[in-house]
């Protein structure tokens, strides 16, 4: 099929950026077809992506070349629609769609935006589980037998103006993801799935690359997933960041 060529329009603030991208979205990506009903894909996706179970990821982050840090370990528990992420020594994080919450001053308040896990290739709102409502104005830009492009805007306060999912149709789940900052032209950074697992029912990601073209950098992470069925309660509620979790690191560290 077919991909459209289509002009790349400024967005020069961030207020009018919105108003602009629901004028043009529709027209520039619209794209009609009887074969996939674009709702259920994404319903789809967003019942995958979902935690029915507590799940757990033990994470290996590796970054090159030239990083800060070269590597560092995290752990991800899945629960609904909160990710609780912990990094080894560090950050401590509820992520939601639309919210997160880091400890401050005995309390969990709102996450600075741009807050990163570690390395700064990696946001905590790209950990976000999927909604429907994570996209406003989704639109299908590409579809082929194996993979179905998705456009939109951010649903949720962001600080990408654009997001292009590419989706895979039969297993409903996103196997990348490219970041627009600033202006509907400007591709920052592009994030790849791959060695996908299956736990508690569900698809996951065992490995995600994520490549920052403005940095010029790659970081890599290996998630090895589980079910988590005696996972603290408290930990997917705000209240668990104000104490330690408790969490053992694997190898016992």
Known sequence: MPRWSTP???????????????????TLFARHTDALDLRDLLAGVAANDRFETPIRADVRLTCEPACGSAESRAIFLGKGETLYVEVQGGLRALVRPGEILTPEGGKAVAAKPGMAIGDPDVLLEDLAPFTVESLK??????????????????????SYVLIVHTIDPEQRIIVKTQYYRDWVGNLVKMRRT??????????????????????????????????????????????????????????GK
């Open 137 to 158: 104005l989704p639109q299908i830009s590409d579809e082929g037998v194996a993979e179905v492009v998705v456009t939109a805007a951010p649903g949720h306060p962001s």
């Open 194 to 251: 791959a060695d996908v697992v299956e736990v508690g029912g569900h698809r996951r990601p065992g490995t995600i690359t994520i490549e920052n073209f403005r940095r010029g950098t790659t970081t890599h992470l290996s998630l090895a997933w589980r079910e988590a069925p005696d996972a603290p309660a408290v930990l997917f509620e705000p209240a668990g960041l104000v104490h330690p979790s408790g969490l053992s690191w694997p190898n």
């Open 8 to 26: 790349l329009l400024p967005v020069p603030t961030r207020a009018s950026g919105w108003a602009l991208l629901a004028f043009t979205l529709p």
